[in-house]
């Protein structure tokens, strides 16, 4: 989610973050959300709770996380470079606020937060950067928590879906860094490597093979490989899964990674 409006090259990674911001409200309508089970996790790795908590989300899209950790207790601070993202985030969520900026320099003061928090968004970031920044901001023993929805790849249909993905396009469906090598980066302002836990949340849900290809096509490398290709592709894959799905509703699996590091 870039802050320039003249969009990269789309073969470049700062070309498919920018991507999004065309995008802002079939991201919205169609992405999959958190479960509950996610916010315990965070939680009990933390040792302290969300509720009375100010939180900094960081790279909050469209909100989709934002809205789960207000709902959950806690005092939200949206943080998101991209204009279109940004917003249909004004636009849908009118009672939290949002500041423009990027984790590599966040527009915050010092020790301001308990949490930073970065949903489906580090792997856009300068962690070498990125990391030190998110402990200037946070308080003393205060968390950072990263997490990705991961397609289930011991599902069968998905397994088979990411491979006919990484045929037509030659690349996986999302640019990612390994995230825990990510945060290994070297920092005077953060322990060097961070100490770090993991733990994975696998749920499911249910939705209409509509939303599910929906879903795909706001990934970053179907926007920026253009809408004919794209749309080839999902043509097809519509005829793929309603052999598996012949009612018409996809069964999505997702097994969300979080990592959590906590400052010392």
Request: glycine share 6%.
């Amino acid at each position: 989610m870039a802050t320039s409006t003249t969009p990269p090259p789309p073969s470049t990674s700062a070309a498919r973050a920018h991507s999004f911001n065309a995008a802002a409200a079939q991201y919205a309508a169609n992405r999959p959300t958190y479960p509950p089970a996610l916010f315990s996790a965070i939680e009990d790795l933390a040792g302290r709770s969300l509720t009375g908590s100010r939180v900094v989300d960081v790279g909050a899209g469209t909100g989709i996380a934002t809205t789960l950790l207000r709902d959950r207790g806690a005092d939200v601070l949206a943080v998101e470079p991209g204009d279109g993202m940004s917003a249909h985030f004004r636009l849908a969520h009118p009672g939290i606020a949002l500041v423009r900026g990027d984790g590599n320099a966040l527009p915050l003061a010092d020790a301001c937060a308990d949490f930073v928090t970065y949903a489906q968004a580090w792997h856009w970031t300068d962690p070498a950067r990125a990391l030190p920044e998110a402990f200037r901001v946070l308080r003393p023993g205060g968390a950072l928590a990263l997490w990705w929805n991961r397609d289930a790849a011991d599902i069968p249909w998905i397994a088979a879906q990411a491979e006919r993905i990484k045929r037509h396009y030659g690349d996986g469906i999302i640019v990612q860094q390994d995230a825990v090598a990510s945060m290994s980066v070297p920092s005077t302002n953060a322990p060097t490597p961070p100490d770090y836990a993991r733990r994975v949340v696998r749920w499911s849900r249910r939705v209409p093979l509509g939303t599910h290809l929906a879903n795909l096509a706001s990934h970053s490398i179907f926007l920026v490989n253009g809408t004919a290709r794209s749309t080839a592709f999902l043509t097809e894959e519509r005829d793929h899964l309603l052999r598996t799905f012949p009612d018409g509703h996809v069964d999505e699996v997702y097994d969300v990674d979080l990592l959590l590091t906590v400052a010392p």
